[in-house]
């Protein structure tokens, strides 16, 4: 049987990966800059995942230096050799606007550094200032076109998984796309989430905290509503998977168990999903898809974004809404259309945290 052919959603051609600096490259750097990012990776409270994004960016950038610009020292940098180094990596490899600004931020965190602390004992940093202050905005562009999966094709998914017998996909999936949980703090929740007590008339219950996205080693700390529809998944893996693990989403080759890695979801998503549904899908569409899934079912934007997303500001929940609103631009030269809203219909938060809808 011919393997589907897989839409890509690609807006243009994807970016060409930068080569990772090897620590034979690395020494031909010079070795001022090469002391100086080391001492700041140091000192910074980094995730380790975060320090291995913030140690491969500056290598790279040390590595552009030594190679296009003649290993000059760090504190001889100018704005327009800033810029030719973002027109490189916006021009020649064809990054993303988000990747560009990530790697603006990281070099620009690294000068602030020197700024602040080097420069008082360093008389080459005197008078060195923050190259990247000051340059023009990064252009917004998009690589791929962000698709939702809808409540019908994630039911769709999980119905070919489970004639699969696919117990791991279809738990991790529904936690994906219910939950809206980021792939890194799903593999965070443990088994004892089944144990819970239940609250009568509650239809969610609540998650051990997890480390969630942040700058600092500790994370963002998160509590997640884990909808009740989401147990039994989790409990049908647990069940045949056939051996005990405090975690749930976990795998196990050559009698090894492990946490599920990052390289696991995507593989998933990759081979398994997007052939499903014969298009391209990432890890990173679920927490799209779910906020978006409970804003077109009547849940109001400022209880999604405390609640689901843990978004601190509601205007970041809107850029994950992915909804079309095609019936309301329908009605806009509809003269004889009105804009009413039936508020018998809006959900509210209940007494006991759920969403339910008014009674009148």
Not at 100 to 129: P, T
């Amino acid at each position: 049987m011919s393997k589907k052919e897989v839409k890509k959603n690609t807006l243009r051609e994807p970016a060409k990966k930068l080569d990772d600096v090897t620590d034979e490259m690395w020494t031909k750097v010079n070795s001022e800059y090469r002391e100086l990012a080391e001492e700041f990776l140091t000192v910074q409270d980094l995730s380790p995942a975060s320090k291995k994004q913030y140690t491969s960016v500056l290598r790279q950038f040390g590595w552009y230096m030594y190679n296009s610009m003649n290993n000059k020292q760090f504190y001889e940098i100018s704005k327009r050799d800033f810029i030719r180094y973002l027109s490189y990596i916006r021009d020649k490899r064809m990054m993303s606007s988000s990747a560009i600004g990530m790697r603006k931020s990281v070099v620009s965190s690294l000068c602030n550094y020197i700024e602040n602390v080097v420069a008082e004992d360093d008389k080459n940093y005197k008078l060195f200032r923050n190259f990247t202050r000051g340059l023009p905005p990064i252009p917004r562009n998009r690589v791929y076109e962000k698709v939702k999966v809808t409540k019908d094709e994630f039911d769709m998914m999980m119905s070919v998984l489970e004639g699969d017998k696919n117990w791991l996909g279809m738990a991790w999936l529904a936690t994906a796309f219910l939950v809206g949980a980021r792939r890194a703090e799903i593999v965070q929740f443990k088994t004892e989430i089944l144990d819970y007590p239940l609250i009568d008339g509650q239809n969610y219950v609540m998650s051990h905290v997890v480390r969630g996205k942040g700058a600092s080693f500790d994370g963002k700390k998160l509590e997640y509503m884990i909808p009740l529809e989401v147990l039994p998944y989790w409990k049908k893996w647990i069940d045949e998977r056939g051996y005990e693990s405090e975690y749930v989403f976990t795998t196990k080759y050559d009698h090894e168990i492990k946490a599920m890695s990052s390289a696991w979801a995507n593989d998933f998503c990759t081979n398994i999903l997007s052939d499903i549904l014969e298009r391209r899908i990432n890890v990173h569409i679920f927490k799209n898809s779910c906020i978006t899934y409970l804003l077109e079912s009547g849940v109001p934007m400022h209880l999604v974004s405390k609640y689901v997303a843990h978004h601190n500001d509601i205007s970041t929940t809107q850029i994950y809404d992915l909804r079309d609103f095609e019936e309301e631009k329908n009605k806009i030269f509809d003269v004889n259309a009105t804009f009413t809203k039936d508020e018998s219909q809006e959900p509210e938060t209940t007494s006991n945290g759920s969403f339910g809808k008014k009674r009148r």
